[in-house]
């Protein structure tokens, strides 16, 4: 079994920064791929970025540029940094991790909800234009 707790988000007027944690424990390995996801009232969830087995990262489009997604093996946290926010963003985000090695950079698999096993409860990202 494999736990993740969300933290770190907030209301921020657009333009503005937040830095998401995810805290990863339980039964997990340190290769596992990991990810962000959120989920805006009304419209299905979505992936924002994902970090492979191999550290590959791989983005939405809609936030590529903005966004930065790390992992901090020692600590078994993962880490969103979100910048230049928009009214857009404002969603649920949840981190999600699955139990298999997978790789690449710009891997658009890793960005698929269907195939991540655990989530964690989710941070509430508000931004107000």
């Known amino acids: 079994q494999v736990q993740l707790v969300e933290s770190g988000g907030d209301s921020v007027q657009a333009g503005g920064s937040l830095r998401l944690s995810c805290v990863v424990s339980?039964?997990?390995?340190?290769?596992?791929?990991l990810g962000w996801f959120r989920q805006a009232p009304g419209k299905e969830r979505e992936g924002v970025a994902a970090?492979?087995?191999?550290?590959?990262?791989t983005y939405a489009d809609s936030v590529k540029g903005r966004f930065t997604i790390s992992k901090d093996n020692a600590k078994n946290i993962l880490y969103l940094q979100m910048n230049s926010l928009k009214p857009e963003d404002t969603a649920m985000y949840y981190c999600?991790?699955?139990?298999?090695?997978?790789?690449?950079?710009?891997?658009?698999?890793?960005?698929?909800?269907?195939?991540?096993?655990?989530w964690g409860q989710g941070t509430q990202v508000t931004v107000s234009s």
């Open positions: 999600a991790t699955y139990p298999g090695l997978v790789i690449g950079a710009n891997n658009r698999w890793l960005l698929r909800p269907s195939n991540f096993r655990w």
């Open positions: 970090i492979a087995s191999d550290a590959a990262t």
């Open positions: 339980g039964s997990t390995y340190s290769r596992y791929p």
